[in-house]
């Protein structure tokens, strides 16, 4: 897979899949009132018109926005992750420090420290930033959380079944799993529906993803805190060429035709020879055969 080249090592890498250029510096001015060593991967369709600083990167990919992030972790430099959007920014003064000042008294690895969420300059009421918003009882889950590299690691990458959203609540479930810990912090981000988040709309993403979601992690319809599979792990192989698992409207570079018959024909051949090599049903079928 590309990676950035010739990286100076950092405290904090913050990732994201974007597209909306315009908003970029806004988000590195909220996040440069500080003095910490800290850096920006940025993944998407869409290359700047402008210089970015030293300490802001960016790789070009069509793939599907899940896996954009995916690329954007496996690039960054720092020790600490966070994941953003590019349509926030980061409210107050030095919001990094205070974020890392706060992490480090937590002094404990399998922790996700938690910023507080805004939109349109009002704050949410944190049932918003629960698993399951209409129940108090489901766990909190982060929003731009930071995490440290080694429990990323020791939970594993993101999971390629989802699309375009809920891979983070996957993410930080998998933390609660492993006996890990949310904690909220009081540094809130902004996310600027009004102005902008132009272009987001992923309703019927959303609704696969939050399907796919609850699959993994609710059981008669409550919330449990043992994923019902195994993590589907991307694989670096043309990681920013071609989108991997379900793509949404996410094509890659393939040509439209065999887009076309990816879509039409593969869940057809792939049922067929998951049939065909069922040996254990054939009994069953030789004696409906025979009975009829």
Request: charged share 30%; proline share 3%; hydrophobic share 40%.
């Amino acid at each position: 897979m590309n990676t950035i080249q010739n990286k100076s090592k950092c405290e904090i890498s913050f990732v994201a899949t974007a597209f909306r250029t315009a908003n970029w510096m806004n988000i590195y001015n909220s996040l440069s009132k500080n003095d910490i060593n800290f850096e920006i991967v940025f993944v998407g369709p869409n290359k700047p018109n402008f210089l970015l600083p030293n300490n802001f990167h960016f790789i070009q990919s069509q793939v599907k926005p899940v896996q954009c992030v995916e690329i954007a972790m496996k690039s960054a430099n720092g020790d600490l992750i966070v994941i953003i959007a590019d349509d926030l920014d980061f409210v107050g003064e030095r919001p990094i420090k205070k974020m890392l000042d706060e992490y480090k008294k937590i002094n404990d690895y399998k922790t996700i420290l938690s910023c507080r969420l805004m939109e349109d300059g009002k704050p949410f009421d944190l049932k918003f930033q629960r698993f399951d918003v209409n129940d108090e009882s489901s766990p909190l889950v982060p929003i731009a959380g930071i995490m440290s590299r080694k429990l990323l690691n020791e939970v594993g990458g993101l999971d390629k079944r989802f699309i375009a959203s809920m891979y983070d609540i996957d993410l930080s479930m998998r933390v609660l799993e492993a006996g890990g810990k949310i904690e909220i912090c009081d540094v809130f981000i902004n996310e600027d529906k009004k102005n902008k988040s132009e272009g987001s709309n992923t309703a019927s993403e959303f609704i696969a993803d939050r399907i796919t979601l609850d699959k993994l992690w609710k059981k008669n319809g409550r919330v449990n805190l043992k994923r019902n599979s195994q993590v589907e792990n991307f694989i670096d192989r043309h990681i920013t060429l071609y989108s991997q698992g379900p793509r949404g409207r996410w094509r890659g570079r393939l040509p439209r035709f065999f887009e076309y018959l990816i879509d039409v024909y593969l869940k057809k051949i792939t049922v067929f020879f998951r049939r065909l090599f069922s040996f254990h049903k054939y009994t069953y079928y030789a004696k409906k055969f025979f009975e009829n």
